[in-house]
């Protein structure tokens, strides 16, 4: 029926179709942590790629030690996300909290990220040296299902990624945190007079959306490098996604995560990776011009 | 801060500096570090200004400060013009890029101005290394090694002839920084002032936020490219490695020391700090730690830096300053 | 079983509330009086711990809380009812009433708080899934009533309910806010004009440029002269 060119580029643009899918997957998680921060504490956090890296480097540490089969992963997550949600909660109350007193208190806070991403990353690259890093996928080898060739490392991330998505939502809908945090963004007078302490929701938000960047990082350290560098660029990539989707809305962030994703991945498969990037930043410069306020502008 | 006490106080700096060479003019070492000083607290005053004082988050300062080094550079050595209107002139091109990236984004919130603005800087160093740059004469990655010296009336003005080289750059930054301070406490200084406390007030009044924030990117961008092109001709050499993300935070630290919005005190912080960086250089590799954990220990123990502990001191009401002013009510 | 001594708040450099002394007494209703702007929405916030700067005493049982944060008051059985509402617009009438209970004291009393609730306003029941944002004036203040009361409070502070309603309506809120009294529940509400006073309320202040100037019964209140004709809309 199809020629045999046809065939073959129908297979590899299935190929590039998964990779965009499992990179916006993870785009999705970073994204949905920096809408929620942003939507309900209206910080903005500089340091938001050097705590994708963390995740990547705790996982790291971690397997030095242990052993690399998929219960090695488990452990990884049992003991890297309480972490990283202890690092999120202790930074917003103890960094952040403190800030909001000022008036010019957004600026404050994006000055402090700042310092403290430019700290991370230095310190990652004494720390951990300036070498890339990488980390043992969590499933090696392929699937075969016809003629299709799927890498089990693709799936596993998207997979878990979307897991984690669904945990969020979740936990959003059916949690009394969760019910809070959406309280504290839609309306914090109102949270206030049904009792919320706003300060704490504030520090869980942080926490919740530190897990989640982290927890990409974990996931994509499996296919790319760990770069001690790269915070400053992560941050932007995850910023982009927000942005286009709409700075506080989750379902923009959603639907931009994979749109992004799987525009990079074909951008990249048709002329080359250094155009993603110029891809992304004209995206993002015709947002800003068209439409502001992302895909979904503001709302919950 | 009243233009008086503003005056004096930069007054003051500049004083001591001025009389420096006295003491250690015979040592290029300290008299290098000294210019130093005087170049980044142009570009610490103005990064203050933007964010401290007309309260926009930017990343464009350093990406500004190397656009101006690098057109002034450029226009010497591929276009023959003399370093004095090769600055002047780069100054312009800085101010124009500075107008072009401020008209769509400073209509937007906080964050996206700084996010286009490092888009801008994240943009600038493959653009100078790549095939673009080499086309416009940047030296792509190996930079730009022979900058002409700045030249009045025959005589250069180089390394070699340190001490009055010196006083040459004191009198731009000082120019400069008394420029900054024209503008703050201008008609529209004031009036900016009074649109940050009452928007309807200001508007009856006929004062656009929006064209006073351009007006300040502009002028800032004007003074950062023109430091900056004194900078490439007073070291002869440029490279992109110029555009590390670390002298954001070294440039942090100068505004938060000397204190975030209070004019003047960036001044002061960039000297300290540029003392203070050569000190902490044995540290090596983890000096840049260390300037990262400083931005955050200061902006949370010493909000209003230096220029703080000395307004307490004098016990006066900064009424220049709106986050001074701010009581210590939590938001409710 | 609140007493507010002395009480001064300060908004910005404004002061609001100057040297303000009342009380209410377990099962009461008492209700504040006043022109626009002289600090009857302060008082109330500021008993609720949702005010600015303020320095004086509230006593609530004879202890003093002006240090406490408002999230304990909740929990210690003060909720304040805005005027503005301050509903969550994206969430439906359920989810409203349901954060409402979320203090501890609350929780484990909300599934029979829920069907009080729904007894009492009849409409909100009929409307469980709607979004708070569509709700007309009425329903929105019936709803914020509602949510205070799933707090299982045992003081409410409630802030000009009647404000934008027709008479109709108006009447309704009194009512209603009368059998919550009567539930027990001690009520402390701010309005502007309230024909049906001596029905409701047992007590009467009236605060005028931050300070008190009139303090009695409801009686008292209805033979005055000079509040006769400002507030009771007579």
Redesign the interface.
């Known amino acids: 029926m199809f020629s045999e060119d046809t065939v073959l580029l129908l297979y590899e643009m299935s190929d590039v179709l998964i990779a965009g899918l499992s990179n916006g997957s993870v785009y999705a998680l970073m994204a949905l942590g920096m809408t929620l921060v942003y939507g309900v504490t209206k910080a903005f956090n500089f340091a938001y790629g050097d705590f994708f890296n963390m995740g990547g480097y705790f996982a790291w540490m971690l397997i030095i030690g242990l052993g690399l089969q998929f219960g090695g992963y488990v452990t990884i997550f049992i003991v890297v996300l309480p972490m990283l949600f202890g690092v999120g909660y202790a930074m917003e109350k103890f960094l952040i909290s403190p800030l909001r007193k000022r008036a010019d208190w957004e600026n404050r806070i994006m000055m402090l990220t700042l310092g403290l991403a430019l700290f991370l990353t230095n310190l990652y690259m004494v720390v951990f040296g300036v070498k890339l890093k990488s980390l043992p996928a969590i499933l090696d080898g392929i699937l075969e299902v016809g003629e299709f060739v799927f890498s089990y490392q693709d799936i596993m991330i998207f997979c878990l990624s979307l897991g984690g998505i669904l945990l969020f939502g979740w936990t959003l809908n059916n949690t009394r945190t969760g019910m809070a945090v959406r309280a504290v963004a839609q309306n914090p007078a109102g949270a206030k007079i049904v009792g919320i302490n706003i300060g704490r929701i504030f520090a869980a938000t942080f926490a919740i959306s530190t897990v989640m960047v982290g927890f990409g990082g974990i996931l994509l350290s499996q296919k790319l490098f760990i770069n001690p560098s790269s915070g400053g660029a992560i941050m932007v990539k995850a910023w982009v996604v927000t942005a286009f989707g709409g700075m506080g809305s989750i379902r923009g962030g959603l639907v931009a995560a994979f749109i992004i994703g799987i525009m990079e991945a074909f951008v990249g498969w048709i002329f080359g990776m250094s155009y993603g990037i110029i891809a992304l930043f004209i995206l993002l410069l015709g947002t800003l011009i068209i439409r502001p306020q992302g895909l979904m502008g503001k709302g919950e | 801060m009243h233009l008086r006490q503003m005056a004096a106080f930069i007054g003051i700096s500049y004083g001591i500096m001025a009389l420096l060479p006295i003491l250690v003019g015979d040592i290029p070492f300290i008299m290098n570090i000294l210019v130093m000083c005087l170049i980044w607290a142009v570009v610490a005053s103005c990064w203050d200004v933007m964010?401290?004082f007309a309260?926009i988050?930017t990343f464009g300062q350093v990406a500004f400060f190397v656009i101006g080094a690098y057109g002034s550079a450029i226009l010497a050595i591929s276009h023959n013009i003399t370093p004095v209107i090769a600055i002047i002139l780069s100054g312009f091109i800085t101010a124009g890029m500075g107008v072009l990236v401020g008209l769509?984004?400073l209509r937007?919130a906080?964050?996206?101005v700084?996010?286009?603005t490092?888009?801008v800087h994240?943009?600038l160093q493959p653009l100078l290394k790549g095939e673009i740059g080499l086309a416009i004469g940047s030296g792509g990655a190996a930079g730009l090694l022979t900058i002409p010296p700045i030249s009045l009336f025959g005589y250069e003005f180089t390394s070699s002839n340190i001490i009055p080289t010196f006083y040459l750059i004191l009198l731009i930054s000082l120019a400069c920084v008394l420029a900054i301070m024209f503008m703050i406490k201008s008609h529209w200084g004031n009036a900016f002032l009074a649109l940050k406390d009452s928007e309807d007030f200001a508007m009856s009044l006929g004062i656009s936020a929006f064209k006073y924030k351009l007006m300040v990117f502009a002028v800032t961008s004007f003074l950062t490219g023109i430091i900056g092109g004194v900078y490439g001709h007073f070291y002869g050499v440029l490279s992109v490695r110029m555009l590390d993300?670390?002298l954001?935070?070294i440039l942090?630290v100068m505004i938060?020391a000397g204190g975030?919005?209070h004019f003047p005190g960036a001044v002061l912080g960039s000297f300290l700090v540029v003392a203070g960086s050569e000190l902490m250089s044995p540290l090596g590799?983890?000096r840049?730690?260390t300037?990262?954990?400083?931005?955050?220990f200061l902006?949370?123990a010493l909000?209003d830096g230096v220029m703080g502990i000395f307004l307490k001191w004098l016990n006066k009401d900064d009424s220049a300053n709106?986050?001074g002013s701010?009581?210590?009510?939590?938001?409710? | 079983m609140i007493r507010v001594k002395k009480l001064n708040a300060y908004y910005g450099q404004f002061h609001v509330l100057n040297d303000v002394s009342i009380s209410v007494e377990k099962g009461q209703v008492v209700v504040i009086l006043g022109p626009n702007g002289h600090g009857k929405s302060t008082l109330l916030k500021a008993i609720c711990g949702l005010a600015e700067k303020t320095t004086g005493k509230i006593c609530f049982n004879d202890n003093n809380i002006i240090e406490t944060s408002s999230e304990k008051r909740v929990n210690l059985g003060i909720t304040y009812v805005a005027e503005n509402r301050e509903l969550f617009p994206h969430m439906t009438v359920l989810e409203n009433l349901k954060l409402g209970a979320y203090a501890k004291r609350a929780r484990p009393h909300e599934k029979q708080n829920l069907e009080m609730v729904f007894d009492l306003f009849p409409r909100l029941a009929a409307r469980i899934k709607q979004v708070a944002s569509t709700m007309s004036g009425g329903e929105a203040r019936m709803l914020a009533i509602a949510r205070g009361l799933m707090s299982n409070a045992e003081f409410l502070a409630i802030d000009e309910p009647s404000l934008g309603l027709q008479p109709s309506l108006r009447t309704e809120v009194f009512n209603t806010i009368k059998t919550i009294n009567e539930q027990g529940i001690t009520i402390l509400l701010v309005e502007q004009n309230i024909p049906q006073i001596s029905e409701l309320a047992s007590k009467v202040y009236v605060l005028e440029e931050g300070q008190i100037t009139f303090a009695g019964s409801a009686l008292e209140a209805t033979n005055d002269e000079h509040l006769k004709e400002i507030f009771l809309g007579m």
């Open positions: 964010m401290g309260g988050f769509p984004c937007l906080g964050p996206y700084a996010l286009v490092f888009g994240m943009a993300l670390d954001f935070s942090m938060l975030l919005g590799a983890y840049a730690v300037m990262g954990a400083l931005v955050v902006v949370l909000p709106p986050a701010f009581s210590n009510g939590t938001i409710t």
